[in-house]
C-alpha cells in the first residue's frame, strides 16, 4: 500500500525568500514520486519527479526536490519565491505490482507569496 | 505544447441530463488513461482507470453506471455523467500515461461543470 502526506495545508512566504513544501510518503514498493503545480481553475503542471535516478531532482522554474529514503521524504524546496510561484502544490507516489502506476496524491499545499 | 486536450473546458447542464466529457492524447499513445474529480480547495479524487479496448476500473465508492466511461482508442476515453444532478458539479481532469514515459502522469487542462 501507498500514501502520501503533505504536512501544510498553507504555505506563506514573502517574495524573494526560500520555499519548503512539505512531503512524506510510505510504499511497499520503490515508488516513483512526482511534485505538481495547479494554477486555479487549470490542470496540472509537472515541476520534477524522481524515478529511482539521482536523489536529487531539478525541476522546472527553480524548483528542487531530495529524495531521503531514510526519511520517506521528498519536500520541495525553492531558493526564492516569485510571486507566480503562488499556486496550490501536489505531491503524487506511484508505485504498483506490474506496473499498473496507480497515483496517490497527497492533499495539497497552497503557497501564498507575499510582496 | 500541450499533451492532453479536454473539450469541453466548461460546461453547464440542466439537472437530469448527461453530459460527456472528452479526454485526448495528442500526438502521443496513451498506455492508461485516468479521471478525476476535484472539489474547490480539495485534491484530486481518483474515479477510473481506464486501457484501450478493455473496460475502465472503477475506484470504491464512484458508481459506474453513473460514471461511464468509454476508451474508445489509444487516444481518446470519454467520461459521461448521467443524469447529472447538482451535486456532480465539480472540476473534471484527466490524465495519461505515455509508452515510454514511466509513471509520468500528463494531465488535461480540466472541465468544469456546473448542474443547474
Known amino acids: 500500500a501507498q500514501s502520501v502526506t503533505q504536512l501544510d495545508s498553507h504555505v506563506s512566504v514573502s517574495e524573494g525568500t526560500p520555499v519548503l513544501l512539505r512531503c512524506n510518503y510510505s510504499s511497499s514498493y520503490s515508488p516513483s514520486l512526482f511534485w505538481y503545480v495547479q494554477h486555479p481553475n487549470k490542470g496540472l503542471q509537472l515541476l520534477l519527479k524522481y524515478t529511482s535516478a539521482a536523489t536529487l531532482v531539478k525541476g522546472i522554474n527553480g524548483f528542487e526536490a531530495e529524495f531521503k529514503k531514510s526519511e520517506t521524504s521528498f519536500h520541495l524546496t525553492k531558493p526564492s519565491a516569485h510571486m507566480s510561484d503562488a499556486a496550490e502544490y501536489f505531491c503524487v507516489v506511484s508505485e504498483g505490482p506490474g506496473g499498473s502506476y496507480i497515483p496517490t496524491f497527497g492533499r495539497g499545499t497552497s503557497l501564498i507569496v507575499h510582496p | 505544447g500541450a499533451v492532453v486536450s479536454q473539450h469541453p473546458s466548461w460546461v453547464i447542464c440542466k439537472s437530469g441530463t448527461s453530459v460527456k466529457i472528452e479526454c485526448r492524447s495528442l500526438d502521443f499513445q496513451a498506455t492508461t488513461m485516468f479521471w478525476y474529480r476535484q472539489f474547490p480547495k480539495q485534491s484530486l479524487m481518483l474515479m477510473a482507470t481506464?486501457?484501450?479496448?478493455?473496460?475502465?476500473?472503477?475506484e470504491q465508492g464512484v458508481e459506474k453506471d453513473k460514471f461511464l466511461i468509454n476508451h474508445a482508442s489509444l487516444t481518446l476515453s470519454t467520461l459521461t455523467v448521467t443524469s447529472a444532478h447538482p451535486e456532480d458539479s465539480s472540476f473534471y481532469i484527466c490524465?495519461?500515461?505515455?509508452?515510454?514515459?514511466?509513471?509520468?502522469?500528463?494531465f488535461g487542462p480540466g472541465t468544469r461543470l456546473t448542474v443547474l
Open positions: 481506464s486501457n484501450e479496448g478493455s473496460k475502465a476500473t472503477y
Open positions: 490524465s495519461v500515461t505515455l509508452s515510454g514515459r514511466g509513471k509520468e502522469q500528463f
